[in-house]
């Protein structure tokens, strides 16, 4: 077998768990739509921003929320292949451990698009008028956090025997991401110890470039929330590559 076909090989498979498992993607979606029509709902009737209503306002954080979930907890299926001797099997295949990372990432990635997709869909509801710039920028966006977050997953998951264990670590993850992200408040104003935070999450700067794609309302350059996203990725890239290595 070749590095190329294993690399397919591996993402084929994630994608054929991905949508067999329909119970899987409607549940994924329930939460951030629960999110905007009853939190942006609620809360929108008696917060203004600027004119913009604040489910639209909010709409793109929740995008990345939905991306958020997906991807880190893809590193829970790397769990659950130990336990029944499927990873084992997949780590003695004459593969690089670079390419059989690779196949496992970009197959969680994916996944994670299809699903952040889906979300855009539910845009048209709230009635953004999407444009191919602001739908191409935000799927360079979507790209590269998934691509970060869903190797953060692995690494996680590939250091970890236990699903418990799993789940202590990533709920320690997710939810400080997604709260200190702005995903629900304009950054701009925030008390310092806030902002601090705020600046120091990753995922501050993925919702502030598809804010700024969909809706035009970013805090800062597209390209410099961009360019940070990029580093956060790269760095989540190699580390994972890296802990593959590792296993034994």
Request: with cysteine.
């Amino acid at each position: 077998m070749g590095e190329l076909e294993g690399f397919y090989a591996l993402w084929y498979r994630e994608i054929k768990v991905f949508t067999r498992e329909k119970s899987r993607t409607v549940s994924s979606l329930i939460t951030p739509l629960l999110w905007i029509t009853v939190f942006g709902g609620g809360l929108g009737s008696a917060v203004s921003l600027g004119g913009v209503n604040y489910q639209v306002y909010i709409f793109p954080g929740i995008v990345t929320m939905t991306i958020l979930f997906t991807s880190v907890f893809f590193g829970l299926y790397i769990v659950w292949d130990k336990k029944i001797d499927f990873f084992k099997e997949v780590l003695v295949a004459p593969l690089s451990r670079t390419t059989i990372f690779a196949g496992k990432m970009i197959g969680g990635t994916v996944d994670a698009l299809m699903q952040g997709c889906a979300m855009l869909a539910f845009g048209l509801v709230l009635g953004i008028a999407y444009n191919l710039v602001g739908l191409v920028t935000s799927f360079v966006f979507m790209f590269v956090l998934a691509s970060a977050l869903v190797s953060l997953g692995l690494i996680i998951g590939g250091n970890m025997e236990s699903v418990e264990g799993f789940q202590l670590i990533t709920s320690f993850l997710i939810f400080p991401m997604f709260f200190f992200s702005g995903a629900l408040f304009p950054i701009n104003n925030l008390p310092s110890y806030l902002l601090i935070f705020t600046m120091l999450d990753p995922v501050t700067y993925a919702v502030d470039g598809l804010r700024g794609a969909l809706l035009g309302a970013s805090q800062l350059p597209i390209l410099l929330d961009l360019m940070i996203l990029l580093g956060f990725a790269a760095v989540m890239v190699a580390v994972g590559t890296w802990t593959f290595r590792r296993i034994k």
